[in-house]
């Protein structure tokens, strides 16, 4: 269980990183986290496991991790605040060190009122940012929350998201530095579809050095159909989806458009290898875990280097 994080060897090494999601069952059923892992073992560096997105019940992501971990694969543990206060908080991140995870990403969490369960109580006993800084105190100090020494440090490769895409676009980069400050190591963006919005957010990113500072991966989701684009589109907070590439989609009939929706992803990742400060790409082919290597193929990013 010494084993270091995958995705940390290999952006430190330079090379261009590929990370790819992977939802849990809303069941108890492992089979179904095996068989995920089957499809993005050796695709990608790591694999994130979502915390109970959208606000709905599933399968832990930490015990998720912990079979994708078994079966081979580098795990990166999404963590909620929403559910949970700092004790769970900081209790899980022990756990998951133990079980021998190495990568984690600290979020915020889709509010309560979009699940299944929208009379849950939210948490919130720390933000995001708060438990950035308290994983790194763990990790870097040995420290929990209050000053109390830890027998034995967590090990762990620490991220954070950003949404280059919400407004105002100067606020989404001073928050992207206080996450950095706080002890974000690595960042996974919202999907990315308006790529000269990204540009420009990536270029007040570099203005302020803070591209030198943290890895950022861009992240993509591949589009199945034009009515899922216009749905991410109207009915999903933060994202951006051009008017250009609704159309797009449209153009094509229905049984091509999961194709023209690779064709797109597989052109976005060569535009963001292209640029100056993105060091991976993070791929989530939402339930369409089957298209992952097919993308990163296309995309030139196959066979995934040994470290070895």
């Not at 560096?45 to 998720?64: E, G, P």
């Not at 022990?94 to 600290?106: D, M, P, Q, T």
């Not at 509010?111 to 870097?140: C, E, I, T, W, Y």
């Not at 100067?170 to 690595?186: H, N, P, Q």
Request: proline share 5%.
């Amino acid at each position: 269980m010494n084993q270091e994080s995958r995705l940390k060897s290999i952006l430190e090494k330079g090379i261009f990183a590929v990370t790819a999601e992977c939802g849990p069952p809303r069941g108890a059923d492992p089979d179904a986290v095996l068989k995920k892992a089957g499809m993005l073992r050796e695709k990608a560096d790591s694999v994130n496991v979502t915390d109970n997105q959208t606000a709905i019940v599933r399968m832990s992501s930490l015990a998720a991790c912990a079979i994708l971990k078994q079966a081979g694969v580098d795990p990166v543990l999404q963590m909620v605040v929403r559910d949970r206060n700092r004790i769970a908080l900081q209790s899980d991140i022990l756990g998951a060190s133990s079980l021998g995870i190495r990568n984690v990403l600290c979020l915020s969490g889709d509010h309560q009122s979009f699940g299944n369960q929208p009379k849950a109580l939210g948490v919130f006993d720390l933000d995001s940012m708060q438990f950035l800084q308290a994983v790194r105190a763990m990790r870097d100090s040995g420290l929990i929350l209050g000053g109390e020494a830890l027998t034995k440090p967590p090990r762990l490769f620490i991220g954070a998201a950003a949404n280059p895409f919400a407004d105002p676009m100067d606020f989404r980069v001073t928050r992207l530095a206080k996450k950095i400050s706080a002890g974000a190591e690595f960042i996974q963006t919202q999907c990315i579809y308006n790529m000269d919005r990204f540009r420009k957010w990536l270029q007040l990113a570099r203005n302020r050095g803070l591209t030198e500072r943290v890895y950022i991966l861009g992240g993509v989701t591949p589009l199945k159909s034009a009515a899922m684009a216009r749905y991410m589109k109207d009915r999903v907070a933060g994202m951006d989806v051009p008017q250009t590439i609704i159309k797009r989609m449209e153009g094509v009939p229905k049984e091509r458009q999961r194709e023209e929706g690779i064709r797109i992803c597989v052109e976005t990742i060569a535009e963001l290898r292209e640029l100056a400060g993105v060091k991976g790409v993070h791929v989530m082919a939402i339930e369409w875990e089957e298209a992952v290597g097919e993308i990163l193929d296309r995309a030139g990013l196959l066979p995934r280097p040994s470290l070895d």
